[in-house]
């Protein structure tokens, strides 16, 4: 008989309240001496249609499990092959009909027998914990029913002590993929049931404790922590490293060193009880929003954040430690200092590598509910219908109570996008009675009742600067106007890391360095929710929205991360990195010095060794050391440059380097933390050739110095017995970035519509004229697209010696252009062959305008596959930029040198068109062809952050104005 617990007429799996068994909240800890027990690994499993799924039976000892298949736990059975995931940004992909969900509701019957080890205690209590089930879990042990629980991120635990057998025991877990709680969960992410978290067994011993709350603050103008622990039992608090030693409730002061993402010293303590010992980890803090900044110690505190998902490409959100702590060490290693858990609290684990490691956390509530947004008033909202209010506070004491020990939270949010409503009030004063040690984090309610952060999400740099002047928009009410002027700025999220980019994250930065009130930003988002797949033919790719059939789907939206799936970083985390470093350097070349800037919040520099190295043509010709002072905090330093060495003539620059001095927990010595690059010598532009060469007609062509030209196009044929595929000629075009494609909700405004519209995508050429005279060979040609009276004229004029070949290229706009061009250049094709690139210029990764700044001169040398960025969804990318010189060889074969002329260029070489690159869905739809395609662009446009957030600034813009710009084409090795 089915004894599901029934309310208001529904079945439980669409009651409102929070569950029905479960016990109260309290503390997460990793290990105590209590004995506790895995239940990870193989499970059976049986998936079915509906929530009723096939009676209830397997609950039973008897069942007979002969034809269930297996799943891991934790993990997700639509990854197991069970199903299939679904992603969406806003929308629900079930009804809007709260809180009912459909009656097809895939359902997921999980069973483990199991054994207790021979040594399990007899006495006390045993609890069954579930750290993480989506999104509505029914439990039974050994045939009796323990409860029912959502709440898809959070621990819930039953007492099953009186059930338990030495032997035998049956653990069954019915899991529903809808349920009530679906509609508070929906955040921007893949659908993906199951048991995706740990399950335990954990005895609690007479006279353990059940929760234990560890206050450490610390006073920074006496240096001096105070510590409290409040525990439901009497025991004792053991810190030997301060020589402490007193009660479970007794505050003791003593001088200790703070805990600070730079400095995340911990003191190794004990609770010690009658019936268990606990080992604790005590960082000394205290946060808190005073005159409109928030600090940490008394500090103003800038955060280089980032949100984080959390997500695997092969187990989703099951994520193990060895990847969470290698999420971690890369955001350590990136300069990164915050991390805000988007949209719920993590892995408890993550959180104490946080604490070890050194991140401020912000904690969020396992709450969203923003696809009501598309109903008039948020209509049938959650968080403001009070039948929700139980299950958002729920939410919220979880949260709480579970994390409240790590030091590395030092924020509590009330969750993500859910609009406004009295239910995200009441757990705000839930949160500030049980813990008003930290400010209160809440973005999407702009009367900022709940929150103490004036929190903003994807603000134009323009809004920022107004909000650091003190000069933003008033409110209609004065009295809200004037809390929320009394507000630090958070940009919770900024800087959309969709495919190329995110652009004008350096502009952002000097916002922040520059306004008290600006305390920085956590970019959106730290991975790639790519999971794999496989063509037809066997060739992996990376899939996302749509991929998996889909009805209601938001595409790739869920691929806007700093790292690749598979974590490698993308160019957006080098750049994000060079950007938020914590250490400034600038420097006069002239005056033969550099000025060192500590931006560190806590950190004097003695962590840190300074390196000079001094650089002709790319090439490093002497390095070494820096006697940089041991700057506190915000302070600068003049540090002497040494004499410039001896060396061969041609362009120079010093480049600074500040490393680690010593190994740290995240990062070997010698790790990279900052570096700078100065001008010591202007770059030679290129000589003309003293005698130049008539250009010659015979049979067809014209010939030109070592160039033959096509006599009646003018194209360029071949230069130095290297035919070319197509000659160079002006292209304006390139595959929209995902940030050109900009988001849905801009509707025609979006860029990439715009250059469609107009035609940039199919340019006609047309050659006006062709010329010999003044021993030059001048082509005239009006490039344009169809349908529009709107063209550029280009001017190609060549001329030559024995090897070099000159080419300046004139554009005059025809017309007034209502939008930016995609770049400005030259395309060419050179044979497959032609694969390998060396260049002296920016590198060694891609840059656009506004994403340069992590872009080093230098001279590099790769394979043309090597200089592709794979964004999972094919797009513009490769750029190099400033390059003063090009070559691509085919292995002992002719090749192409390119020399800048009168100013550096872009260069980008990819073996597909662009017309290819625009069409891919995935990388595998990218199919080499007999062609190298190369871009020498005068310039491009930027990129900006327009997937979610603002186009590029002004001066990153490629505006239509009259250009003229210079090359020089050799054989490679030639000047």
Known sequence: MDTRPAHDGHPYEEDRSPGHGTLPARVWYAASDAARLSLNGTWAFRLSDTAEGTGTAFTEDTADLSDWA??????????????????????????????????ENPTGDHRLDFDLPGDWPQDGETLLRFEGVDSCARVWLNGHELGWFTGSRLPHEFAVGHLLRPRGNVLAVRVHQWSAGSYLEDQDMWWLPGIFRDVTLLHRPDGAPCDFFVHAGYDHLTGRGTLRVACDVAGRILVPELGLDVRVGEETSAPVEPWSAESPRLYHGELITAGERVPLRIGFRTVRVENGVFTANGRRILFRGVNRHEFHPETGRAVDLETMRRDVLLMKRHNIN???????????????LCDELGLWVIDEADLETHGFCYFPDWRGNPVADERWTPALIDRARRMVER?????????WSLGNECGAGQGLSAMAAWIRERDPSRPLHYENDYSYRDSDFYSRMYAPHDEVEAIGRGEEQPLEDPEADARRRSLPLLLVEYAHAMGNGPGGLADYQRLFETYERCQGGFVWEWIDHGLPKRTADGRPYYAYGGDFGEDVHDGNFVCDGLLFPDRSPSPGLIEYKKVIEPVRITGDSAAGTITVTNRHDF???????????FEVEGEETATGTLAVPSLDPGTSAVVPLPDPPHARAGEAVWTIRAGLRADTPWAPRGHLVAWAQLPARPRPLPERPAVLLPPLAEAGNIHLGPAVFHATTGELRSLNGLDLRQGPRLDVWRAPTDNDLGGPWLGDARLAMRWRKLGLHRLQHRVDSISTADRALTVRTRVAPAATDLGLYAAYHWSADDERLLLTVTVTPDGEWPVPLPRLGLLLGLPASCDHATWYGGG?????????????????????????????????????????????CAAGGPGLRVTAGDAPFW???????????????????????????VHLDRSVQGIGTESCGPGPLPQYRLTVAPTTFSLVLTAPGAN
């Open 603 to 613: 950190s004097a520099l003695d962590h840190l060794s300074f390196t000079w190295a």
């Open 403 to 411: 994390d409240k020990n790590h030091p590395s939270v030092v924020i």
């Open 338 to 352: 915050a991390v805000r858990t988007s949209h719920y609290p993590p892995h408890p684990a993550f959180l104490d």
């Open 70 to 103: 297996r799943v891991r736990v934790p993990g997700h059975w639509v990854l197991q092959g069970h199903g299939a995931p679904a992603y969406t940004n806003i929308v629900y992909p079930i009804p809007v009909d709260p809180p009912r969900v459909p009656t």
């Open 907 to 933: 260069f980008t070489a990819r073996r597909w068109s662009d017309v290819q690159l625009d069409a891919a869905r995935h990388t595998t739809d990218l199919e080499p062809g007999d062609t190298v395609w």
């Open 844 to 888: 060694p990764g891609e840059a656009y305008p506004d994403t340069r700044a992590a872009s080093r001169l230098g001279r590099y040398s790769m394979n043309v596959d090597d200089m592709q960025t794979p964004y999972v969804r094919p797009q513009e990318n490769g750029a190099r930029p400033d390059v003063r010189w090009a070559e691509l």
